[in-house]
Every structure is written in C-alpha cells, then in structure tokens.
C-alpha cells in the first residue's frame, strides 16, 4: 500500500508546473504596465485564470495562469503560463508569474508580475 501512495505522490510531482529559471529573465511588468521585448510589447491588462496549486496543499492538478494583454502589433490577446503564442513573426512566452500561490484564495491584482521571452521566427 505504501508503494502505491509513493507511486501516486511521484506522478502528481511530475506534474507541477515549475518555471525554468533559465527563461524567467525576461522582461517583466505588473498589471496595466508595459514590457519591452525585442520590438513588441506587451502590456497585461487582467488575470483571466489563475488555479496554480498553492504551495501548502496537495492538488491533483497544478492549475494554470491565463492573463489577457495588448500585444503590440497583434492587438488584446490570451496568453497562458508557459504556453508559446505565435505573435508579430515570432512567439511570445508567459514563463514566469509571480507571486507563487502560497494559501487558497486570491491574490491582489496589484501584487501580480508577469515575465515574457520573445524569439523571432
């Protein structure tokens, strides 16, 4: 019985959305705000979703962070954490949301930070 919980407790692991630090160096900015990124920017404007798992409980599912922004060139569109979006001749990447969940309930919208990478196609 033990090694079924342990099996079960290492496939719910692997399924944890965690940030690559490698990407999280982008540019970033706060609701209403604008980063710059290689020729295009991207002003968030409203957290759609955010389901994330916080850290203190034991989820099923580790959620996800969908957010709305102007995207410089392409116009208001959905962006989700860690999910490429083809934009403006290349993609752009949501890698990174801060804060982390750490207790159910919501976060304040003046607390959220957004981090993007752009690659040219």
Known sequence: MKQIILAALLA???CATVPDPNLANGPTAP???????EGITVRPIEV??????????????????RIR??????GTRELTLG?????SG??????DVRPGKRAPGSIPSRDYQFTFTFQRS
């Open 12 to 14: 719910l692991a692997a």
């Open 48 to 65: 759609v979703e955010d389901s994330r798992c916080p850290a203190s409980v034991q989820c099923v599912w580790a959620g996800r962070v």
């Open 83 to 87: 999910e490429p979006a083809a934009v």
């Open 31 to 37: 609701l209403g705000e604008v980063a710059n990124l």
């Open 90 to 95: 290349g993609t752009l990447t949501l890698v």
């Open 69 to 74: 922004a102007d995207i410089s060139g392409t």
